[in-house]
């Protein structure tokens, strides 16, 4: 199994910056594409950023040319740096590490850190 622990987030104000870290343990050999979805309240969940096994990346439209995300795989780790937020930036980010097991699927979630833009 992979285990996820993120930190970061907080409050800040419109046009601020914020980095997320998550750091993976366990069976991080298996890990394939790693990934930061958001959640607001009463919305669903949805994918901000991912970074796969061979360095693709891709942005939801909304963060483009603000967001970036960053995996070193030496620390198992993955990172979002998050400049000119926005309020509708505003939500519960998770991390996500998407990695096989017996030629099987599963995906791993961290506990969620609150992301908060205003003034």
């Known amino acids: 199994q992979v285990q996820l622990v993120e930190s970061g987030g907080g409050l800040v104000q419109p046009g601020g910056s914020l980095r997320l870290s998550c750091a993976a343990a366990g069976s991080t050999g298996r890990i394939s594409a790693m990934a930061w979805y958001r959640q607001a309240p009463g919305r669903q969940r949805e994918l901000v950023a991912e970074?796969?096994?061979?360095?693709?990346?891709s942005y939801a439209d909304s963060v483009k040319g603000r967001f970036t995300i960053s995996r070193d795989n030496a620390k198992n780790t993955v990172t979002l740096q998050m400049n000119n937020l926005k309020p509708e930036d505003a939500a519960v980010y998770y991390c996500?590490?998407?990695?096989?097991?017996?030629?099987?699927?599963?995906?791993?979630w961290g506990q969620g850190t609150q992301v908060t833009v205003s003034s």
């Open positions: 970074v796969t096994s061979s360095d693709n990346i």
């Open positions: 996500n590490a998407e990695y096989w097991r017996w030629g099987q699927r599963y995906d791993s």
